[in-house]
């Protein structure tokens, strides 16, 4: 009992506090495949399962109609997020849930071409960068004809250097598409077109003898770059060439090794 009074008493002073702990969500990992087999109550849990990549879709697919913009963000850009719930999400009234939409590769091409309708710059630059974007999509946003089409520069004033330069690095961009771009006015699309992994050998020994350095060390690092270029850069008056070429895995180790033998002699 005296206890028990001492701490009224200190109840009064102050000493102790009355209020009670805050409830906070349960403790679990983000990769726990607990957290996904239900709609969790609490938002920071259902925030949770919207970012991990292992969620299951079917929970994904509730989480789409979650009123809180920013859980429906997450599964926006959730690689495990199914194409039918991309459609679902394509009609989200925020552009940065769209934007993510836009850049999520399982987006259907088909709600591709609905999105690159826009003026959004950064919905158009997500579409520019995505590998499922169609060609005739990546055509428009780069501002330049489709084969058949006239030699024309579509006048859209969202388009931007960024978007160009992002169309030139999409691995998904045809070949006559890259033709095209790989003679645009601007360096930073032409090296784009350089450091792309899936730009054919002729476009890459065209851009071998671009005037501009960094468009040329671009070509150095792509792996399709033929070996004979790569031996012709060894002999370049310019360090950073040389030592790109060097590091490209096509050159042959037998050049590589004379390379650096002459590379190491005392001049």
Do not use: M
């Given at each position: 009992m005296k206890a028990t009074g001492s701490n009224q008493y200190r109840r009064q002073l102050g000493l102790i506090s009355t209020r009670r702990p805050v409830k906070q969500p349960p403790a679990v990992s983000p990769s726990?495949?607990?957290?996904?087999?239900?709609?969790?109550?609490?938002?920071?849990s259902r925030q949770l399962a919207a970012d991990d990549p292992e969620c299951p879709a079917e929970l994904l697919d509730r989480l789409a109609d979650d009123p809180n913009a920013q859980i429906r963000f997450g599964v926006a850009s959730n690689p495990a997020t199914s194409p039918a719930t991309l459609t679902k999400l394509s009609g989200a009234r925020e552009p940065w849930v769209l934007s993510q939409v836009a850049g999520n590769p399982h987006t259907s091409p088909k709600i591709l071409t609905k999105l690159s309708g826009t003026n959004d710059s950064l919905i158009l630059s997500r579409i520019a960068s995505n590998p499922s974007a169609p060609p005739v999509v990546l055509a428009a946003l780069a501002g330049l004809p489709t084969p058949g089409e006239p030699a024309r520069r579509t006048q859209n004033p969202a388009l931007s250097l960024d978007i160009r330069s992002r169309v030139a690095g999409n691995p998904s961009a045809p070949t006559w598409l890259l033709q095209q771009l790989s003679r645009d006015t601007h360096i930073t699309v032409r090296r784009a077109v350089a450091e792309n992994p899936r730009a054919p050998a002729d476009i890459l020994v065209q851009l071998a003898q671009d005037p501009e350095l960094h468009v040329r060390i671009g070509v150095a690092g792509n792996l399709r770059t033929?070996?004979?270029?790569?031996?012709?850069?060894?002999?370049?008056?310019?360090?950073?060439?040389?030592?790109?070429?060097?590091?490209?895995?096509?050159?042959?180790?037998?050049?590589?090794a004379m390379w650096q033998l002459t590379r190491d002699q005392p001049t």
């Open positions: 726990s495949p607990a957290r996904c087999r239900a709609v969790p109550s609490h938002p920071i033929p070996s004979e270029v790569l031996c012709r850069f060894l002999s370049d008056s310019n360090l950073l060439l040389r030592e790109a070429a060097a590091a490209n895995p096509n050159l042959p180790q037998a050049t590589l």
